[in-house]
């Protein structure tokens, strides 16, 4: 069925500091990052920026930009802006990571859930996991009455974890990964059982690839930027 417009992208970039950041004094690096955080404001509809460092060592920091595409040519002109935003500050900022991909409708849910993440409205949770996900070759030649089976058990899980919520991008052909899956929660510990539980289901054996995955932590834009300066 042909995706309906206008669906939702959702851009995830890391970022690390270069050593040339550092020998800028305090004043010029507020400068370079409040300069370029008011450019990225305008490349998406939703601009957050998060802490990733010292969850992993490969990234300081994580931009989450999101967009409604009510026309094929809107990607393309948000990859450009956010090209052209970024370039001048490439000697200082290196982007290490990129995951992306669209929103659609779940073909093994009829409704959305209470426990969907929207990208584009309500508060932020404290921290954010993100990563690709690949299911097997086997899993997509089984019959669509078996995969829901397993679906619905995935479910069902779910549901006793209300408190976290799950927002599932899609990204065939477009990245090396079939889908980006992210989680929004305030307590680590629930979403390390959760996805302990998640191990022992029966779908777990058609996941061919989930990691790596990337920890981030939620601040206001200007506070998150605030800890490099």
């Not at 779940?106 to 690709?132: A, F, H, M, V, W």
């Not at 065939?172 to 305030?186: P, R, S």
Request: charged fraction near 20%.
């Amino acid at each position: 069925m042909p995706q309906q417009a206008p669906y939702t992208l959702s851009h995830f970039a890391f970022f690390s500091f270069q050593q040339v950041y550092w020998t800028l004094s305090g004043n010029e690096r507020a400068d370079l990052l409040r300069n370029w955080l008011l450019g990225l404001y305008g490349a998406a509809q939703k601009v957050e920026v998060y802490q990733v460092f010292p969850t992993e060592a490969q990234a300081d920091f994580m931009v989450w930009s999101t967009l409604q595409c009510a026309t094929p040519a809107v990607p393309a002109g948000f990859f450009e802006h956010f090209a052209r935003l970024t370039s001048p500050y490439r000697a200082c900022l290196y982007l290490n990571t990129v995951l992306w991909g669209y929103t659609r409708q779940s073909q093994y849910t009829r409704s959305p859930s209470n426990q969907e993440l929207n990208p584009l409205e309500g508060d932020r949770k404290q921290y954010l996991t993100i990563y690709p996900f690949v299911k097997t070759t086997d899993w997509y030649l089984m019959s669509r009455e078996s995969r829901q089976g397993m679906m619905n058990e995935h479910i069902r899980i779910g549901k006793q974890y209300a408190d976290i919520r799950q927002l599932l991008l899609y990204s065939f052909g477009l990245q090396d990964q079939e889908f980006v899956v992210v989680y929004e929660m305030d307590d680590l510990t629930r979403f390390s059982d959760l996805v302990n539980e998640l191990r022992s289901a029966d779908g777990r054996r058609y996941t061919l690839r989930d990691s790596p995955l990337h920890l981030a932590i939620y601040h206001p834009a200007e506070e998150t930027l605030a800890l490099w300066r």
